[in-house]
Structures are given as structure tokens and as C-alpha cells.
């Protein structure tokens, strides 16, 4: 085996067979100087004489006084050893430089056990890499340590080229109960480039009460600020943590702005994998058992992955994405919400697939994703994109729905006077995916599997929604399902795509205004309630659409059939239900009930609560004619009346109108004192005026 001697440059080698062919060659020169350096009583070899050459390439040491080793001094220090790396345009380092690139928590004492704490052993190896500015941190066994609430394992300040290899070690921190709001992440990146964080597995304090707990206690894994870049994280297994990886802050915009993240984590009951503000280029592949939200998304752009998941505790969106406040604080907006105004920043650029697992704990309004506001700040949503998938029985993600877009932003900050404001723009939002009920016979979702309300009290304080589209989404609902699915978006400011939209025998409550149409092809609906506006909200029925019965609290006239079916459209036979107006006074009426040129088949009624006070019974009918259509002393809750109710024979007849007549319900012998009537009209219209 050879040995090398470095301080002079000069290599010198023992004479072993099996390496003379690669031994390198000294000149006559070169010998001659070191044999300078012997004779002037250099250190470099202290009990040597004489070198001599053997042949071209063995040397000969001698030392003493007439004899001779053949071999060459052992180097004093590593520092003393070259090494080259294999490969073209390698340069020599000294072995002791590569040795001291990568560290190991056992060079500064670790024991790596699993019993000893090895907590201070970690934080030495780390410090000193921090001090050193880049290298690596490797360690392959288990350690035992017990971190202080608020402190790090590693803190890396605008350091370069980081790696935390503990790909196979084990990281017990299950002894350490963290009961207060302040972050503790193992590692802390502030600023700089080039992370890499590899963890086999990580043991945290078992959560004594998760519904109360997940997502608010425990240690994060990694955390990043003030603009840090290029952070890869693979994470094999952990359990009991509060965030995964954390990155930027919710109440402080200066310290976001990182980029260039790819997050890989498994593991259990980990609050969440992922909670990032103000960062961007995002790569996600997220599978945990036990969430409190499998990824909270805000003003991030440039966000792509997979978020599987499974046992939702605490909220009620599993992958939410959010606004981030950029400037100003919360506490000075509090105080003066015009002079001190907060700015924000939406996520756009989002393209996430989220999906349950099989949830045997979750909310009763649970949601596989969804937008949600945290400030009522001017902001922009763009091109989010989001598909789901849950699959539900009487017992696994029974109310586990799809998407929804809300906002409960004034109920955490009261500066805002409303939840919504026209100056929020949604602009390219998308969802798809399916929702599986059909196992289900217990009800669903309380508040709907697929859920989009953007306004509040009146259209002045609605989001402007451009682009919407429900394209490929599919409900399949419980025998036991009671709600109805919601797109209340008056803000709308372009046609939103219902493509594929297939909710059989789930209706759908539509508010949006007479101007931008939703365009419903391809799938079923129920019922689409049409409310909001004079003759209900823009419509159009295309080609494979087909909705079982559309409904109105007024005529509904802004609806255009283009390929689809409203029950008989397309055919002559046509029905519409009118909710009628609370029932008070002597009469009722709505408007244009009865269209120029319907030809009305009869009238049928419904009343949907029972009618208090006085009066013995209701007409119905039209102004000329009271009791056209019922003369009935009927008040309970689910009475009814059929055209076999109409005043003569000749009112069960097919009637012609040639002008618009309102539909008129008056009380029988004393006022109305409440109570509520549906009355559905069956009627048909000419071919040339469909």
C-alpha cells in the first residue's frame, strides 16, 4: 500500500509489486532537492539520511546510521495527505478538507443510541456547519433528543449548500409536550440557497387531545424565511408534528418570498404538511393519516402536486388556498382600517389533486379543497385549478364534499364590514374530480359538496368571478341526501362552464345575474333554482344538459335552451315552481306569472308551512278570475291541491294567454297571518317561441 507526503509536493513510495506500474516518477532533480532538505534538518523526515533511487520508480528511505527502510515516513497530520476525486479536471485537496465536509452528530459527541440525549451533539454539528457556510450533516442512528420549546436543532443564516442527511437515522423528540403558540422547527433556514433535508423517520409527543390539538402543538420539521431558496425535503415517516415544513408567516410579509420548494413527507397525525405564505414554485407529494389540513396555501404562486389524506380534525378544508398579507400589520389596520390599510396577495398559478383516503374522522363539512379568504383585501386568485376525490360510506367520510369557496374574513377581523367586495377578483378557477356518496344512506355534507358563495347582503359586495368553470365534476349522493349544491356568484363576469357537471337527483341553487349565463353541458341536475334576479339568473342549457326541473321565485325568463332539456324543453309541455312570498294581508301576488303566448295546462299547489290566523282556506287564480285555479279550505303544512281544484270545468281546459298576468293567492274569509305556498304551472309554448 503507498503513503504520501505533501508539504513539499514531492510524493515518496513505498515498493510494493502490485502498484509500481502507477508509482509516480521523481527526477534526479527533484531527489536532490529533497535531499537538500534532510541535510538542512528539515522536520519533513526526521530520522532519515539519505534518499536513493531503486530503480525508475522505488525509492529508498535510509535512516540511522547504515540502514534503510523501504518505505517513507507516516504524514504527521491528515492535512498532510492529498486526496483527488476520480473524474476530468479533479484538483488535489487535502484529506483532511474532504473528512471535514461532512459531519457527523458522533464527532461531537452524539451517542446515538436512542436513550441518550443527544439533543446538544446535533446542535454543535450543525453550528458548525452553519459556521462553515455549507457541507453536510449525515448521521445514521437513532437519536434521542429533547428540544426546548422555541429552539432548533440547526439554524443555517444565508447559508449555501446544506444537507441534512439523516435519511436513515431516527429522530425521537417524543418526550417534549409543546403547549405554546411559538414555532419550534428542528432545522431554520433564514435566507440563502441550497437545502436538502432527508429524514428517515421523526417520533413527536403523542397529542393527548387531537380534535383540539392538531395543528396548534408540537414541533415543525422545517422551517424557511426571508426569501430562502431551493429547499429540497424528503421525508420517509413522522408523526406528532404541528407543520411538516413551514415557510414565511401570517402576520409578517417581509418574511416570506421563498422559492424553489419540493416537499416529500409521510407520516401520522401531522397538523400540516405544508403551511406556506408568500413563496413560490412549490412541488407537492403529500401523504399523511391524521390532518388538520393537508396543505393551507397562501399567496403562493406556482403551486403543483398531490395532497392524499386521511382523518380531517379542526377545519373543514383539507387543502385551502388563501390570500398573504404583503404589508402593513393587523393590529394598525384594527385601529385605523383606512390610514393604516393592510395589503395582500392571492395564489395563483395553483394545480393541486387532493384526495381522502377513507376518513374515519372528519367534519360535517369537510371539503377534499377549496379557496378561502383570511383578509377582505384587494386581491387576485388566478389560474387555481383543483381536483378532488372521496369516496364515502355510513361510516368512512360520510360528510367528506368536494370544493367549496367561502369567506369568513370579517369574523376574524372586524375592520371588515363585509366577508366579500368586487375589488376580490377569482379569475381562471376550476374544479373536478367526484365525490362517491352512492354507498352512503345517512345525509351528506351540511353545507353541500360542491359550495361557491362569493357575496354578501347585496351584488354591491360580491367578487368579481371571471372564468369559472365546474368542468368533470361528478356527485354521486347518499339515498339519505338532503342539500342542495350552490353557485351564488352574482359577481359573475363572464359565462362560467358546467361542463360535465353530474349531480343526479342533487339540485342546485343558482344566483348570478341576467348578464354573464352559466352554461350547463353534459350531466344532470335535479333541480336548478334560478334565483336572484328578474327572471332568474342567466341560463343556458346545452347540448347533453339535462335538468330535471328549473324553479323560480319569480317567472323565469332568461334561460336559453341550446341542445339540452328542462324537464319538457324542447318538447311543447313545460312546468315551472314559483315560491310565493310569505302569505300576510288579504292577497299574494307575483308578476308575469303567466306569460304572453303560454298556453297553461293547469295549476297545482304545495303549502310548505302551515298557514296561521283566521282565514279558513286560499284562492288562487288571477285578478279578473280569484279562484281560477283552487278554491280550498286548506291550511297544514303539506296540503295540497291538483287542476282537479279549478272553479269550473272550463279552467281545466288548456287557456290561451295573450298578455302577461300575475298569479294572485287571496285568503278565504279573513286575512293571511303567514305561511308559505309553492304552486307549480304546467304550460307549453309555441315551437317559434322557445
Not at 532538505?37 to 530520522?47: K, M
Not at 394545480?351 to 379543497?369: E, H, L, N, W, Y
Not at 356568484?489 to 361542463?499: D, E, I, K, R, T
Amino acid at each position: 500500500m503507498g503513503s504520501t507526503l505533501t508539504p513539499s509536493g514531492w510524493v515518496v513510495e513505498q515498493d510494493v509489486v502490485d502498484e509500481r506500474k502507477d508509482l509516480p516518477r521523481l527526477t534526479g532533480a527533484q531527489i536532490d532537492a529533497l535531499n537538500a532538505r534532510i541535510a538542512a534538518g528539515s522536520n519533513e523526515f526526521p530520522t532519515a539520511t539519505e534518499i536513493v533511487r531503486i530503480d525508475d520508480e522505488t525509492l529508498m528511505v535510509k535512516r540511522g546510521v547504515g540502514t534503510g527502510a523501504r518505505f517513507a515516513p507516516a504524514p504527521s497530520t491528515t492535512a498532510d495527505l492529498d486526496f483527488v476525486q476520480s473524474g476530468a479536471g479533479a484538483v488535489p485537496r487535502s484529506v483532511e478538507e474532504e473528512l471535514r465536509v461532512i459531519l457527523s452528530p458522533e464527532q461531537f459527541d452524539a451517542v446515538g443510541d436512542g436513550v441518550a440525549d443527544d439533543t446538544l451533539a446535533i446542535q454543535r454539528a450543525c453550528a458548525e456547519l452553519a459556521l462553515r457556510g455549507g457541507g453536510t450533516v449525515r448521521g445514521p442512528h437513532r437519536y434521542k433528543i429533547a428540544l426546548a420549546q422555541g429552539q432548533s436543532l440547526g439554524v443555517f443564516t444565508n447559508a449555501k449548500n446544506i444537507h441534512i442527511d439523516l435519511a436513515t437515522a431516527v429522530i425521537d423528540n417524543s418526550g417534549v409536550s409543546y403547549t405554546a403558540d411559538a414555532l419550534t422547527p428542528l432545522f431554520l433556514f433564514d435566507g440563502g440557497s441550497g437545502f436538502r433535508v432527508d429524514i428517515g423517520e421523526y417520533i413527536g409527543y403523542p397529542l393527548p387531545i387531537p380534535a383540539s390539538h392538531l395543528g396548534y402543538r408540537g414541533a415543525t420539521l422545517v422551517r424557511a424565511i426571508n426569501g430562502a431558496k431551493k429547499i429540497e425535503i424528503d421525508v420517509r415517516k413522522a408523526t406528532n408534528l404541528r407543520y411538516g415544513f413551514q415557510t414565511g408567516e401570517y402576520g409578517d410579509g417581509s418574511k416570506g418570498n421563498c422559492s424553489g420548494v419540493d416537499l416529500k413527507i409521510r407520516g401520522s397525525m401531522i397538523g400540516y404538511p405544508i403551511a406556506a405564505y408568500l413563496a413560490s414554485h412549490i412541488d407537492l407529494d403529500i401523504d399523511v393519516d391524521g390532518i388538520h389540513r393537508a396543505a393551507y396555501i397562501a399567496g403562493c404562486d406556482r403551486v403543483n402536486g398531490v395532497a392524499r389524506w386521511k382523518d380531517q380534525y379542526i377545519a373543514d378544508i383539507a387543502v385551502l388556498v388563501s390570500d398573504a398579507l404583503v404589508s402593513g400589520s393587523d393590529a394598525a389596520a384594527q385601529i385605523d382600517p383606512v390610514g393604516s390599510a393592510t395589503v395582500s396577495r392571492g395564489t395563483s398559478n395553483f394545480d393541486v389533486v387532493s384526495i381522502d383516503k377513507g376518513s374515519t374522522v372528519f367534519q360535517t363539512s369537510s371539503r377534499c379543497a377549496g379557496i378561502g379568504l383570511s383578509r377582505v383585501d384587494p386581491v387576485i386568485f388566478k389560474d387555481v385549478k383543483a381536483r378532488v376525490s372521496t369516496k364515502g360510506t355510513d361510516t368512512i367520510s360520510t360528510t367528506v364534499g368536494g370544493w367549496a369557496l367561502v369567506s369568513g374574513a370579517k369574523t376574524i377581523w372586524s375592520r371588515y364590514p363585509f366577508n366579500w367586495e368586487p375589488t376580490i377578483v377569482l379569475d381562471n378557477v376550476s374544479v373536478s374530480g367526484i365525490v362517491d356518496h352512492s354507498l352512503c344512506t345517512l345525509p351528506g355534507n351540511t353545507g353541500s359538496e360542491f359550495y361557491v358563495f362569493t357575496y354578501e347582503s347585496t351584488i354591491a359586495h360580491a367578487a368579481t368571478v371571471r372564468n369559472f368553470s365546474a368542468d368533470n365534476f361528478q356527485f354521486l349522493p347518499s339515498s339519505g341526501h338532503t342539500r342542495v349544491n350552490y353557485f351564488q356568484v352574482p359577481g359573475l363576469a363572464n359565462a362560467a362552464s358546467f361542463n360535465g357537471f353530474d349531480t343526479p337527483g342533487v339540485g342546485m341553487s343558482l344566483f348570478t345575474n341576467n348578464t354573464s349565463p352559466t352554461v350547463f353541458s353534459r350531466g344532470r341536475i335535479a333541480d336548478l333554482d334560478v334565483t336572484g334576479v328578474s327572471g332568474g339568473s342567466a341560463v343556458v342549457v346545452g347540448p347533453g344538459a339535462v335538468i330535471a326541473s328549473q324553479t323560480s321565485n319569480v317567472p323565469i325568463t332568461n334561460t336559453v335552451m341550446n341542445g339540452g332539456s328542462v324537464s319538457g324543453a324542447g318538447f311543447v309541455i313545460r312546468q315551472k315552481l314559483i315560491k310565493m312570498p310569505a302569505l300576510s294581508g288579504a292577497s299574494v301576488s307575483v308578476a308575469n306569472a303567466f306569460l304572453a303566448g303560454d298556453v297553461v295546462y293547469g295549476v297545482q299547489g304545495l303549502i310548505k308551512t302551515t298557514i296561521p290566523g283566521p282565514t279558513t282556506g286560499i284562492n288562487v287564480g288571477v285578478t279578473a278570475t280569484p279562484s281560477k285555479y283552487a278554491n280550498q279550505n286548506i291550511l297544514a303544512a303539506g296540503s295540497k291541491f291538483t287542476i282537479s281544484a279549478a272553479a269550473t270545468d272550463a279552467d281545466r281546459l288548456p287557456h290561451y294567454y295573450t298578455s302577461s298576468t300575475a298569479l294572485l293567492v287571496t285568503a278565504k274569509t279573513a286575512d293571511f297571518a303567514g305561511g308559505e305556498l309553492w304552486v307549480t304551472i304546467t304550460y307549453g309554448r309555441f315551437t317559434d317561441m322557445v
